[in-house]
């Protein structure tokens, strides 16, 4: 009895469920290498539609026309596309990227054919995402990457992401913008900091403090090091960032703009960390940790290395819970301290210079969601103005 032919083509589900068709086939050998080549084709809505790309593959093969890097549909294009990407950003960055394009973009749009990818065709999935997800915009922005990536490579002429319309009033948008506004008043981070001191462990207390009193980004203030503050010249360097990378991995990186920064700290602020060195020696050698060495973390966990950064959120949380105050973001600290900056009169240069923003049009986005008493100023000014 003959052995029946295993067929080429072998169906799959994906991860709505639906069948679909892929098959693998043989090359010949590499000529620069000699070693063996293989190509996998998947993404076949039919068994027929995979038996044609099959037979026409098998043609080009044949006649020594076929160019096996030559992507067809847009998940070997963002195959090609994902390896030199990799090579031009942080691996936080490449991480974050990766993860829109596994939870969102190749779901969406991996089985399609790169010629076939029309305006109408984009218009509907970015519909799709601004209806679910607040980054619409920037899930967009990464699925175009990769079709402009195919325009370079020759694979079509134009990216109808270009044109599609973006301007749409969603639910979601709607949602996101009722929001209270993520940040504190001059009042209530008063309130905030005190109770935060009654309830936390110093350190918790010492490291939001830092935040609410430098602006600086969460994940800068997680990289810090002891010398990276001068007691005599009641200076910070802002130099480092702490980046998520592969395996959830934390490493230190440049921060978010590349740059460094130096910026002065008021006197109690420098008082409260002189406290937390002295406290972090104590409790840290009973860990049987030495925190005298030169690169020592001014805030890390128990194993001396760097803390994971949801613990600030947790430890901001707790407070606001258990004193039912207005919930913000360890974000929201730094728009509290940039909007309490513009408050107090400084200029828009001086917070630009403080908080590390490469481009003035950020500082100026946080200017316009000041609190309401320095709004209420700026007409009682006006007002004052015009009196006779």
């Not at 070997?76 to 990799?86: F, G, M």
């Not at 936080?92 to 065709?121: C, E, Q, W």
């Not at 079509?156 to 639910?171: A, S, V």
């Not at 001068?230 to 959830?248: D, F, H, P, Q, V």
Request: proline residues 1%.
């Amino acid at each position: 009895m003959r052995n029946k032919k295993i067929s080429q083509i072998q169906p799959y589900k994906n991860k709505h469920g639906e069948t679909l068709y892929m098959f693998q086939i043989y090359l010949g050998a590499d000529e620069l290498t000699g070693k063996q080549k293989r190509t996998t084709r998947r993404g076949f809505k039919t068994k027929r539609e995979a038996e044609l790309a099959l037979s026409r593959i098998k043609i080009q093969v044949a006649e020594g026309t076929y160019r096996s890097i030559r992507a067809e549909i847009y998940q070997e294009l963002y195959d090609l596309w994902i390896v030199q990407y990799e090579k031009t950003v942080e691996e936080s960055t490449f991480v974050k990227t990766r993860g829109y394009f596994k939870n969102h973009i190749l779901p969406a749009m991996g089985s399609y054919k790169i010629d076939k990818i029309n305006i109408d065709i984009c218009q509907k999935h970015f519909d799709e995402w601004a209806m679910k997800l607040s980054k619409a915009r920037t899930i967009k922005s990464y699925a175009a990457l990769v079709l402009d990536f195919g325009i370079k490579r020759g694979y079509l002429q134009t990216n109808p992401f270009t044109h599609i319309e973006t301007r749409i009033k969603t639910k979601k948008l709607i949602e996101v913008e009722d929001k209270d506004e993520n940040f504190y008043t001059r009042e209530q981070l008063i309130e905030f900091l005190k109770c935060c001191e009654l309830s936390l462990h110093f350190k918790s207390f010492a490291l939001l403090r830092l935040l609410a009193f430098t602006g600086m980004r969460k994940s800068e203030a997680l990289a810090l090091t002891w010398n990276d503050l001068s007691l005599k010249e009641n200076e910070l360097t802002i130099s480092k960032a702490i980046g998520r990378g592969e395996s959830a991995r934390l490493y230190l990186k440049t921060t978010k703009t590349g740059s460094s920064r130096t910026i002065k700290i008021d006197e109690e602020t420098i008082a409260i960390l002189k406290e937390w060195k002295r406290i972090q020696k104590q409790e840290y050698l009973v860990l049987g940790h030495n925190t005298m060495k030169s690169n020592q973390l001014i805030f890390s966990n128990s194993k001396n290395e760097f803390m994971q950064p949801v613990q600030v959120q947790k430890w901001m949380y707790s407070v606001i819970r258990k004193y039912s105050l207005k919930k913000i973001t360890p974000h929201g600290l730094r728009h509290t301290h940039c909007s309490l900056l513009f408050e107090a009169g400084a200029s828009i240069k001086e917070v630009q210079d403080r908080l590390g923003h490469t481009d003035v049009k950020t500082t100026m986005d946080i200017y316009t969601h000041v609190t309401k008493k320095a709004q209420e100023g700026a007409i009682q000014k006006f007002v004052s103005y015009l009196k006779i």
